[in-house]
């Protein structure tokens, strides 16, 4: 019998935080590393505009984001070693993806074709170059400044 499809879940040394669970999503820790894992339906990432099955985890600790050593270990865990950092906003966790086709598991069109900003402590994110700024509206969002443009437009 084939077992249903589903969002990645961690080995061994993750607790699952049950006061958040829906369908497809999961939230676990460890320590001070929270992780989302979902498995969520996307654009595909070689630009062909087809939405796909695809894992998709974000990764903080501590509510910022986490170090690269963090990182690792979180995707070592939930199995997504080879997925593809993929953020489009300078939020505080890392996103990764990984579609459930193996054949479409190339690196994401966005990067080539949108503008990639790069923040003071590296962290990259992409945004459309057509369309309003995403971290002006994220800082709109959350009640604070655009890192970038102190709260203006592009």
């Given at each position: 019998?084939?077992?249903?499809?589903?969002?990645?879940?961690?080995?061994?040394?993750?607790?699952?935080?049950?006061?958040?669970?829906?369908?497809?999503?999961?939230t676990w820790f460890n320590g001070r590393v929270r992780v989302i894992s979902s498995l969520t339906t996307a654009e595909a990432p070689d630009g062909s505009g087809e939405a796909i099955p695809q894992w998709h985890i974000s990764?903080?600790?501590?509510?910022?984001?986490?170090?690269?050593?963090?990182?690792?270990?979180?995707?070592?865990?939930?199995?997504?070693?080879?997925?593809?950092?993929?953020?489009?906003?300078?939020?505080?966790?890392?996103?990764?993806?990984?579609?459930?086709?193996?054949?479409?598991?190339?690196?994401?069109?966005?990067?080539?074709?949108?503008?990639?900003?790069?923040?003071?402590?590296?962290?990259t994110w992409t945004n459309p170059t057509e369309g309003p700024y995403r971290g002006c509206e994220l800082a709109r969002l959350i009640g604070k400044t655009c890192s970038i443009h102190d709260g203006g437009e592009l």
């Open positions: 019998m084939t077992r249903p499809l589903m969002e990645k879940t961690p080995g061994q040394g993750w607790g699952l935080d049950r006061s958040f669970h829906v369908a497809d999503t999961s990764v903080t600790e501590c509510g910022k984001r986490p170090s690269g050593r963090v990182v690792r270990r979180a995707l070592r865990a939930f199995g997504m070693a080879d997925a593809e950092e993929d953020n489009h906003h300078p939020g505080n966790a890392r996103h990764f993806f990984k579609p459930v086709d193996s054949k479409r598991r190339v690196s994401c069109e966005c990067k080539a074709t949108e503008m990639v900003v790069k923040e003071p402590d590296g962290y």
